[in-house]
């Protein structure tokens, strides 16, 4: 999935704003993707925006898409200041 590469992409170069649009562009037409998600929740962690982790997380679950441990874990992480 290029997208999804280049949503990691931007996420690993601090650039998670810039993602978000494609992942909303990438939702429209092919649903809601689990990794994507982590990817940005992982990249605002990351970024020190908690608030914007967990409203992507709140996101996720009003969607009903399947959170995983390894989110809980970036979310955690996060807020214990490990990043």
Same mark, same amino acid.
């Given at each position: 999935? =290029?997208? @999804? %590469?280049?949503?990691? $992409?931007? /996420? !690993?170069?601090?650039?998670?704003?810039? &993602? +978000?649009?494609?992942?909303?562009?990438?939702?429209?037409?092919?649903?809601?993707?689990?990794? =994507?998600? @982590? %990817?940005?929740?992982? $990249?605002? /962690? !990351?970024?020190?925006?908690?608030?914007? &982790? +967990?409203?992507?997380?709140?996101?996720?679950?009003?969607?009903?898409?399947?959170?995983?441990?390894?989110?809980?874990?970036?979310?955690?992480?996060?807020?214990?200041?490990?990043?």
């Amino acid at each position: 999935m =290029i997208v @999804g %590469t280049f949503v990691e $992409g931007l /996420c !690993k170069d601090g650039r998670v704003h810039c &993602a +978000l649009p494609l992942f909303d562009k990438l939702c429209e037409r092919v649903g809601e993707i689990v990794i =994507i998600y @982590g %990817t940005l929740i992982n $990249g605002f /962690c !990351k970024m020190h925006e908690i608030g914007r &982790a +967990l409203e992507m997380h709140r996101r996720m679950v009003n969607v009903e898409c399947k959170v995983n441990m390894l989110t809980y874990s970036m979310i955690i992480d996060a807020l214990m200041g490990v990043y």
